[in-house]
Nanobody, 122 residues
Framework: QVQLVESGGGLVQTGGSLDLSCAAS????????VTWFRRTSGKDHEPVAA????????WFGAFVKGRFSISRDNAKNTVHLRLNNLKPDDTAVYYC???????????????WGQGTQVTVSS
């Protein structure tokens, strides 16, 4: 059974940074595109960033505007999302999931994990 575990969230002030991690058990992430999503109360999961299986291609939501970076360590079966210059609008629970390729990055192949809460104070 595939389990996704997100970590690294926290409370930061506007302009702060966080490093989020996505770890998987029961599957090797190395052959999948991995997408980070975020969700606020009453809204659907919004894609934030994605990285292709080989790490060569990335995608970011328009609202990111160069503030975030995504990377993967296939040897450790993890994907990281670095959040810089955080704003209060970035407050959300952040999740990771997988897609077959970056063209379908909004899909999610596996059950959602618990997510990690990011709270940005003004």
């Amino acid at each position: 059974q595939v389990q996704l575990v997100e970590s690294g969230g926290g409370l930061v002030q506007t302009g702060g940074s966080l490093d989020l991690s996505c770890a998987a058990s029961g599957v090797s992430l190395s052959t999948y595109t991995v997408t980070w999503f975020r969700r606020t109360s009453g809204k659907d999961h919004e894609p934030v960033a994605a990285v292709s299986a080989d790490g060569r291609n990335t995608w970011f939501g328009a609202f990111v505007k160069g503030r975030f970076s995504i990377s993967r360590d296939n040897a450790k079966n993890t994907v990281h999302l670095r959040l810089n210059n955080l704003k209060p609008d970035d407050t959300a629970v952040y999740y990771c999931n997988a897609a077959l390729d970056i063209a379908t990055l909004t899909s999610h192949l596996w059950p959602w994990g618990q997510g990690t809460q990011v709270t940005v104070s003004s």
